[in-house]
């Protein structure tokens, strides 16, 4: 009885000794749970997809148009000698610069998907052309740079949220009426150096706009534009072919706090007209053809710095810049330049100056013919 006890507990303990699934568990890796879920078809099956790459999607790698630089949503693309908008440009782009290159057309899905852009810069390329569908997708746009291209026109439905555009030395003639239409957060506008004469801008060409600044210099005009946006801070008509300022010429203009006519041919500013513009601070008269300093400007309470040199200016009086009163200017002058006149300084009355913060601010200089 004993040797067959003592046998059948040696089996025993064999049986405990040898591999069973009792043993605990240890997982060497991924395959582990794939031994145990898939029959040996799907292992196979699996195997082929992992050696194709079929078995994880690849993950979404972000674009970048080939040559340009993508950093912090900003997308240089300039100097490339491209002659189109390149393709893959990031969703979520905010800035695009493509400047100095050849691009000649703006198609219409250019910018498509392109709903986060701030700024475009197309400065000095070779646009002629624009789809009128071309800005349609760019809904959060607030700043165009169109300067140095080929355009004729003001470009079609621009996008309505444009703070700021730049379309100077382009070959713009005529500015139809409504071209700005809708555009009712633009702020600045610089469109200098187009061919554009007074007869150039239909009536209504600004309207609806509530500009702070406005620039059209080096034009081909004669007088200053009627009918422009009367909210403006800032207007700037330097180098055209300006005469003379009329009396009715600024009546429209209230706001403006500095107005740019430098390098004209003006001979004459109509007694009163200055009358107009009871907030300016900055009067640029520079490189004109005057004969003596504009009336009114005593008149102006806010105004401090006047640009006179440069004209055919031969006499100063006592009171051509301050008020006999000394209550009537609320700001002193911090720059009066009259360098480049036949007037004869050391004849002009120290009480001329009388409202004029400091002497330094008076410039004469001497007169070369």
């Avoid at 239409?181 to 610089?190: A, F, K, T, Y």
Wanted: hydrophobic residues 35%.
């Amino acid at each position: 009885m004993l040797p067959h006890c003592s046998l059948l507990l040696l089996l025993c303990i064999v049986q405990l000794l040898s591999p069973s699934s009792a043993l605990p568990f240890e997982q060497k890796g991924f395959w582990d749970f794939a031994m145990d879920s898939m029959d040996s078809d799907g292992m196979m099956t699996m195997m082929r997809d992992e050696e194709d790459g079929s078995a994880f999607p690849p993950p979404e790698l972000p674009t970048c148009p080939f040559g340009c630089q993508c950093r912090l949503r900003v997308v240089q693309c300039s100097d490339l000698g491209m002659t189109e908008v390149p393709k893959n440009i990031p969703r979520d782009t905010k800035f695009l610069d493509l400047q100095n290159n050849h691009i000649t057309e703006l198609k219409e899905d250019d910018f498509k998907g392109l709903t986060n852009l701030y700024g475009l810069s197309l400065r000095n390329n070779l646009i002629s052309k624009v789809h009128p569908k071309t800005f349609a997708p760019l809904k959060h746009m607030q700043k165009l740079y169109f300067s140095k291209n080929l355009l004729t026109t003001i470009p079609k439905n621009l996008p309505s949220s444009l703070v700021e555009m730049r379309i100077h030395e382009n070959r713009i003639k005529k500015v139809a009426a409504g071209a700005f239409s809708g555009l009712v957060n633009m702020n600045c506008i610089e469109m200098g150096a187009n061919p554009l004469q007074n007869s150039g801008f239909e009536p209504g060409a600004f309207k609806g706009l509530k500009l702070n600044y406005l620039r059209i210099s080096e034009a081909k005009l004669t007088g200053v534009p009627k009918d422009l946006p009367d909210s403006l801070h800032e207007l700037h008509l330097d180098q055209n072919q300006i005469q003379a300022v009329e009396l009715e010429d600024l009546k429209r203009y209230k706001n403006l706090y500095r107005l740019g006519l430098g390098f004209n041919h003006i001979r004459n500013i109509e007694n009163g007209s200055l009358s107009y513009l009871p907030m300016l601070r900055e009067l640029h008269l520079d490189n004109n053809r005057l004969t003596r300093v504009p009336k009114g400007l005593p008149d102006m309470k806010y105004l401090q710095v006047v640009y006179l040199h440069s004209n055919n200016i031969s006499q100063v009086g006592v009171d051509d810049f301050c008020p006999r009163g000394f209550g009537m200017k609320r700001t002193f002058y911090n720059g009066i330049s009259l360098f480049a006149n036949p007037v004869k300084y050391w004849e002009v009355q120290p009480a001329t100056f009388r409202c004029v913060s400091d002497r330094l601010a008076i410039q004469f200089g001497n007169y070369k013919k």
